[in-house]
């Protein structure tokens, strides 16, 4: 009898953890939307819809913590998606880890927002990897933001991954540059049921069945980042 109460007890709390790491998921694809849905509707902060449109792939991560005192550390979770060359369309999300280390003068914390738009072949490399490290396998800067980025010509294509970040506090020196993203292959396994990595999920097709609340986050990325639309 004994056995039978802790099998069930067991039962019950490993279900339990399941279904809180997959509200987890849920409420980061969520708040991508949301982060998103913010910045592109700020008025002369948003992201140039020219920029964003020709984007290959968009990262997010909402609420990236960073923090620090001379030697500063973040740490975040989030998510990214790949557009179809054929379609124009984002497609499934991966689930990524956000961590690294920075030097120089910096004090106190906060949480950001960030958001990476990749422009180029060598970017996409860089994503497609198990790990990458902005400004190694990849060179990352600042994006241009509001209307007048639009009519710059010069500033399309010219960089690998543009990133834009919105803080809710208080930091002295902020830098990406030596950021390593990780796959969060633990998040893929549980979202998706199968030990899918970044390539399987965003280049190789093998997403055949996707959550609700995968299809919502990439209706409304796809809403708020539509492709170019080609000249006839």
């Not at 708040?31 to 910045?39: A, C, F, K, L």
């Amino acid at each position: 009898m004994k056995k039978m109460v802790l099998f069930i007890l067991l039962l019950s709390f490993c279900s339990a953890n399941v279904q809180a790491e997959e509200d987890e998921r849920r409420k980061l694809l969520r708040d991508s939307v949301s982060v998103m849905e913010e910045i592109m509707n700020t008025p002369d902060q948003e992201i140039p819809t020219e920029l964003i449109s020709q984007a290959r792939a968009i990262l997010i991560f909402p609420t990236l913590i960073k923090a620090g005192f001379m030697l500063g550390g973040r740490y975040g979770k989030g998510v990214a998606s790949l557009r179809s060359k054929k379609t124009g369309k984002f497609g499934p999300p991966t689930f990524l880890v956000q961590s690294g280390l920075s030097f120089g003068f910096q004090i106190g914390a906060e949480a950001v927002d960030l958001v990476l738009l990749v422009m180029t072949e060598r970017g996409l490399e860089g994503l497609l990897k198990d790990k990458f490290t902005l400004g190694a396998d990849a060179a990352v800067s600042a994006g241009p933001i509001g209307r007048h980025a639009e009519a710059a010509a010069d500033i399309m294509m010219q960089g690998e991954i543009y990133s834009y970040s919105r803080s809710k506090g208080a930091f002295a020196g902020i830098s990406f540059k030596g950021t390593v993203i990780t796959a969060d292959e633990d998040a893929n396994n549980s979202y998706y049921g199968q030990p899918f990595k970044s390539k399987d999920i965003l280049l190789r097709g093998k997403v055949k069945k996707l959550p609700q609340s995968g299809q919502r986050f990439i209706k409304g990325l796809n809403t708020l980042a539509p492709a170019k639309r080609k000249k006839k």
